[in-house]
């Protein structure tokens, strides 16, 4: 038998929010455990994860802290997860370059990409005597090139064992044809 993930129950998001709450003896917590329970898990995980944020701004601005029932009722919380998600996209958006050690994999990769663009590689530059030779590129590895509309078969040409017509984009997902006669002897 599996155990449940106590981090993934009701019970631990209730108590994860009731914690987080300022304590007053006029909440009837009873009543805000079934309210909360009314909500879906990922609502509940969202209200009892960014409570703190919410008590927090209320702290810094000198706000009034509302009921722990308003916070659930109104769903005071998605405010602030579309916050949390607006940074998360900002930050996805900036690159974070990456130092590439000169002779690795990755290095080799870029230079062959260099190459193919017509460009020449940068010369190497020590940076630190643990990094070793190398230089900054905006990731690991080249972006992969894109499928160009030359790359996918014509119309027609799917590999399908009747004569019926496709589109390039079915294509792709049809059955791989054998590479030599012999291949569907040797299974």
Not at 18 to 32: A, G, N, T, V
Not at 34 to 58: I, K, W
Not at 157 to 169: F, K, M
Request: net charge positive; proline share 10%; aromatic share 10%.
């Amino acid at each position: 038998m599996i155990a449940p993930d106590l981090f993934q129950t009701s019970h631990y998001r209730f108590e994860r929010l009731r914690c987080e709450w300022p304590s007053d003896p006029l909440i009837d917590w009873e009543q805000i455990k079934s309210l909360f329970l009314t909500l879906s898990p990922e609502d509940q995980g969202h209200c009892s994860r960014l409570v703190a944020r919410y008590l927090s701004l209320c702290h810094r601005i000198g706000s009034r802290v509302g009921s722990p029932a308003e916070w659930i009722g109104t769903g005071g919380w998605t405010g602030f997860l579309e916050a949390e998600r607006r940074g998360v996209r900002k930050l996805e958006a900036t690159k974070t370059p990456a130092w590439v050690v000169e002779g690795t994999p990755a290095w080799m990769t870029w230079k062959r990409h260099r190459e193919n663009k017509g460009q020449r590689m940068p010369s190497p530059e020590g940076i630190r005597s643990e990094r070793g030779y190398g230089w900054w590129f905006p990731a690991p590895f080249p972006p992969e090139p894109q499928a160009r509309r030359s790359d996918l078969p014509e119309e027609g040409v799917c590999g399908l064992a009747s004569r019926e017509t496709c589109s390039p984009a079915r294509a792709l997902h049809a059955p791989l044809l054998p590479l030599s006669p012999y291949q569907d002897q040797e299974r």
